[in-house]
């Protein structure tokens, strides 16, 4: 192999999907849809398509021995530039596929990672997946520089990859080392500015990729972010603000969608990114109802928010895409599954008004009703009051007023004893409505407290 043959973009690629079923896929009928998909995302034209079943992978090859024949057949036939593999391969069985099959081979993780790398925008999502990257190809170095130590043999001429294999060992361990060290900074600078947020509360979406939690997000705010039908549209964390009624301004974050065998160094290279997610007040985990691999789905995004160790959070299961249903019995089925969740089109608009109330009943139990009695002259407790809630009502007696209003539990520790004196009603009860805000209404940093 060249070294050119080891660039992990697969654009306009010819390819033929692999697939080890080492145990019952989530789609029988249908094994390798999800990574047609990515694969296509990738710019792949995907040609052909091989599987098998195993109870372990081939040390070697990871295919057994008759299907690697069978395999080479298929890339000859149909000419392929690329096969891609539908389970993560070993450096040695990649090496020892692309010697048999004479062409490329890619493994899910890093047709994964070439999509990020196509889709980062933002110099943190380049920094993390480049990072990512590296922490991938380190191991595979070895098989990079192998073409060096074939340009000729005998004395005087022996060694050469091995020698140019060393100085890019120091160097990639160099730049990961630099990577890392960045990416710590950033993500001490995210964990400011999200920590800016506390006098709101605050929302994540979270989910498979492309169950479609930026149309949600636009359709919640009236903003106008990318929403397109493709696997990981979204790579950067976007977050704007959403007024329910009775409750004040909340943030909403739209965050990177997570996928089945997402690869681990892409997780934690993308903690900065995810700490919105970390750090809310409650989070809708938003699922595709029209895709056959729901449950599954809805499995997979569980796994990486407990890796993720956010898993204890409150959260809201949202089964999004209801109109692309067509039998009835398929929603009913998935509602019995999932009897506290709610069923909405962010398309259409169906369900948003029971979301919007679901949501201020989740939200209301950080909320309390409380007087809080000043000062009359203190019109900065009073401002603040009103920023970070809902005022109900004030009363004024001589020299000082008392504020009946609905807050963030959160907040009341904000508030100075000294400076005013805080009596607690029932929990706040939940309104029925939201009030979206107009599409420019971006995020900036989070207000100050009164004290």
Known sequence: MTERSRITSVHSEKAVL?????????????PLAEMRGLAESAGAVVTAELTQRRESPDQTTYLGKGKVVELAALVAHHDADAVIFDNDLSPAQT???????KTK?????????????VRARTYEARLAVELAQLEYS??????????LSRLKMGIGMRGPGEKQLEVDRRLV??????LRQELITIHGRKERQVAARQDHMTVSLVGYTNAGKSTLLNTLTGSDELAANKLFATLDTRTRRWRLDGWGPVLISDTVGFIRDLPHRLIASFRATLEE???????????????????SQITAVR???????????????????VDAISDRSQLDSLLARYPHAIAISARSGAGIPELIRATSDCMGRNFRDVDVR???????LMAWLAAHGEVLSRHFDENTVTVHCRIPTAMLGRIDPAEAEIHSHSPATAPSVAVPLPADDILADGGRSPS
């Open 18 to 30: 692999v697939g080890v079923l080492l145990t019952p896929p989530v789609d029988p009928e249908n």
């Open 95 to 101: 090496r020892n596929l692309e010697n048999a099959l």
């Open 105 to 117: 081979v890619l493994d899910r993780s890093e047709v994964i990672l070439d999509i990020f790398a």
């Open 138 to 147: 380190f191991p595979r170095l070895k098989q990079l520089w192998t073409h």
């Open 173 to 178: 361990e160099k730049r990961i080392h630099d």
């Open 277 to 295: 997610t970390r750090a809310a007040d409650l989070l809708l985990h938003v699922a595709d109802a029209s895709s056959p691999q729901v449950d």
């Open 303 to 321: 796994d990486v928010l407990t890796e993720l160790e956010v898993d204890a959070k409150d959260t809201l299961l949202v089964l999004n895409k």
């Open 374 to 380: 000043t000062t009359a002259g203190n019109g900065r």
